[in-house]
């Protein structure tokens, strides 16, 4: 049961932007924490970012001052815009919910490709 949608991927020239967008599908999202994480080719996945239930964020030293995760309670959903994106942000880009005791209860969603080349 898919519980979590990725979207806003693509392909983009170094120091371009995009805008990623995460919905949970037919609820609210349930805080915990819901973060953006990412995989590059023959790497671990890394968290990037994530939010709390509070609205504090946290980010990799990697992505601070260039990427802003944001909840969007209107639209039910968790973006990362990120900016000045460099050819080494090239990965797919996962979202994650955790909730529940312990936030030991966790989610993924299936993931969306951004490739930074110029």
């Known amino acids: 049961q898919v519980q979590l949608v990725e979207s806003g991927g693509g392909s983009v020239q170094p120091g371009g932007s995009l805008r990623l967008t995460c919905a949970a599908i037919?609820?609210?999202?349930?805080?915990?924490?819901v973060g953006w994480w990412r995989q590059a080719p023959g790497k671990q996945r890394e968290l990037v970012a994530l939010i709390r239930g509070t609205g504090s964020a946290e980010y990799a030293d990697s992505a601070r001052g260039r990427f802003t995760i944001s909840f969007d309670n209107a639209e039910n959903t968790v973006n990362l815009q990120m900016d000045s994106l460099r050819p080494e942000d090239t990965a797919v880009y996962y979202c994650?919910?955790?909730?529940?005791?312990?936030?030991?209860?966790?989610?993924w969603g299936q993931g969306t490709q951004v490739t930074v080349s110029s």
């Open positions: 994650q919910e955790r909730s529940g005791p312990g936030w030991g209860t966790i989610y």
């Open positions: 037919g609820r609210p999202f349930r805080f915990g924490s």
